[in-house]
């Protein structure tokens, strides 16, 4: 290895953040904080949930998405209905209409994540051509368990290291498996009762061609460079992450395309509906019908629980601006929009049946290409190259 191979190797290993300061580039909260998202607007055809996922118009006319008096941001599962045998309960899932090259920072603060037996929500994003491009599952756990589920999902050839500095416990290594490379929160209260009970907390998830990071802490831990980031964030002094993915074992630029931003809620489905899962934590008969005839039918009045309270989802990148859909010649590209066009705050709209919820803007701006989204690492690696 030549001397500035070395020096370049040295600089992409070193601890998480170095170097990284990010720009917000978009921010939902408060009244406006569906404004620039999709609703699914279909049933759950994705992972097999017991959802209808409902449009943007019964979302809000059956308060299931909605900003409530604190300016806190709710969505939740129906638990007024009563849903007959073979029907389906009404849930919601929403879809950022804006995508986020490599090179951000996603900011996750909640006071109540949705649980109970039966649920199954997340925080995750998704590239473009989901699954292909990449997935990262920031916030994700069913049933009745009482810890956070961290992972990515991509094609073949991405893996966590054998050893990596972490906090959190890593469940399996493989990114293409199909529960992916999954790491469990170790810290309490990040999911469940706990989680609610401790006030909630917030989720950092840096997406760099270094790695992959993923930070958790429960409110009375949140540091100020977090609580207090409202124009840019730096990531240097977060110290060891819940999760950690450096690229030495998966390259992020060939296997993470930009990313949508998803927050939704199923019930039992692939992954809470199975019947070992289900009995785990929640008992029934162990058979594979036991996790919808035990809940999502009747009169839902066990989904008291089954909903997202949140603050606040900040974006911040290391580019200017964000990314979004336009037609051009028959096919859908990304595109830039400025940061001064992104403030703006494009409308919400509802799509109907479509898996990415992509919105066609005519922009007139740069394509987005393959290598874009290099950090400040990258860039030094590729001098000293």
Same mark, same amino acid.
């Given at each position: 290895?030549?001397?500035?191979?070395?020096?370049?190797?040295?600089?992409?290993?070193?601890?998480?953040?170095?170097?990284?300061?990010?720009?917000?580039?978009?921010?939902?909260?408060?009244?406006?904080?569906?404004?620039?998202?999709?609703?699914?607007?279909?049933?759950?055809?994705?992972?097999?949930?017991?959802?209808?996922?409902?449009?943007?118009?019964?979302?809000?006319?059956?308060?299931?998405?909605?900003?409530?008096?604190?300016?806190?941001?709710?969505?939740?599962?129906?638990?007024?209905?009563?849903?007959?045998?073979?029907?389906?309960?009404?849930?919601?899932?929403?879809?950022?209409?804006?995508?986020?090259?490599?090179?951000?920072?996603?900011?996750?603060?909640?006071?109540?994540?949705?649980?109970?037996?039966?649920?199954?929500?997340?925080?995750?994003?998704?590239?473009?051509?989901?699954?292909?491009?990449?997935?990262?599952?920031?916030?994700?756990?069913?049933?009745?368990?009482?810890?956070?589920?961290?992972?990515?999902?991509?094609?073949?050839?991405?893996?966590?290291?054998? /050893? =990596?500095?972490? &906090?959190?416990?890593? +469940?399996?290594?493989?990114? $293409?498996?199909?529960?992916?490379?999954? #790491?469990?929160? !170790?810290?309490?209260?990040?999911?469940?009762?706990?989680?609610?009970?401790?006030?909630?907390?917030?989720?950092?998830?840096?997406?760099?061609?270094?790695?992959?990071?993923?930070?958790?802490?429960?409110?009375?831990?949140?540091?100020?460079?977090?609580?207090?980031?409202?124009?840019?964030?730096?990531?240097?002094?977060?110290?060891?992450?819940?999760?950690?993915?450096?690229?030495?074992?998966?390259?992020?630029?060939?296997?993470?395309?930009?990313?949508?931003?998803?927050?939704?809620?199923?019930?039992?489905?692939?992954?809470?509906?199975?019947? /070992? =899962?289900?009995? &785990?934590?929640?008992? +029934?008969?162990?058979?594979? $019908?036991?996790?919808?005839?035990?809940? #999502?039918?009747? !009169?839902?009045?066990?989904?008291?629980?089954?909903?997202?309270?949140?603050?606040?989802?900040?974006?911040?990148?290391?580019?200017?601006?964000?990314?979004?859909?336009?037609?051009?010649?028959?096919?859908?590209?990304?595109?830039?929009?400025?940061?001064?066009?992104?403030?703006?705050?494009?409308?919400?709209?509802?799509?109907?049946?479509?898996?990415?919820?992509?919105?066609?803007?005519?922009?007139?701006?740069?394509?987005?290409?393959?290598?874009?989204?290099?950090?400040?690492?990258?860039?030094?690696?590729?001098?000293?190259?």
């Amino acid at each position: 290895m030549r001397p500035a191979t070395a020096l370049a190797a040295a600089l992409l290993s070193f601890a998480p953040g170095a170097l990284a300061t990010y720009s917000l580039v978009r921010e939902y909260s408060g009244s406006s904080f569906f404004t620039g998202w999709d609703f699914y607007g279909n049933y759950d055809n994705l992972t097999n949930g017991d959802v209808t996922w409902v449009t943007q118009a019964n979302a809000t006319q059956s308060k299931l998405a909605y900003v409530d008096d604190a300016g806190h941001a709710v969505i939740k599962v129906d638990n007024t209905t009563f849903v007959p045998y073979n029907y389906k309960r009404d849930s919601v899932r929403i879809t950022s209409t804006d995508y986020f090259p490599v090179g951000s920072v996603f900011v996750f603060d909640a006071n109540h994540l949705p649980y109970g037996c039966s649920v199954w929500p997340s925080f995750w994003t998704k590239g473009q051509n989901w699954p292909i491009g990449g997935e990262i599952d920031i916030i994700e756990a069913v049933n009745l368990m009482t810890y956070n589920q961290m992972a990515l999902h991509t094609q073949d050839g991405c893996t966590q290291p054998s /050893s =990596v500095t972490q &906090s959190g416990t890593t +469940g399996s290594t493989n990114c $293409t498996q199909d529960a992916g490379c999954t #790491v469990a929160e !170790n810290q309490s209260n990040s999911y469940g009762d706990n989680f609610a009970n401790a006030g909630g907390g917030v989720w950092a998830a840096q997406l760099d061609s270094s790695g992959i990071f993923i930070w958790f802490w429960t409110r009375a831990s949140v540091p100020s460079s977090v609580s207090g980031a409202n124009n840019s964030i730096d990531t240097s002094s977060w110290g060891t992450p819940s999760a950690a993915y450096p690229s030495s074992s998966c390259n992020i630029t060939e296997f993470f395309t930009p990313q949508q931003l998803v927050l939704d809620i199923t019930l039992c489905g692939d992954w809470a509906g199975g019947a /070992s =899962v289900y009995e &785990s934590t929640c008992g +029934g008969d162990g058979s594979a $019908t036991a996790c919808y005839i035990d809940n #999502v039918i009747n !009169n839902g009045s066990n989904y008291a629980d089954a909903y997202f309270s949140i603050n606040y989802v900040k974006v911040f990148s290391l580019t200017d601006g964000v990314l979004v859909p336009s037609v051009s010649g028959g096919s859908t590209v990304l595109v830039t929009e400025s940061a001064t066009d992104a403030t703006s705050e494009p409308s919400a709209t509802s799509t109907t049946g479509a898996q990415s919820g992509n919105k066609a803007a005519t922009l007139g701006a740069n394509a987005y290409v393959a290598v874009a989204g290099a950090t400040v690492l990258a860039a030094v690696s590729w001098i000293l190259l």
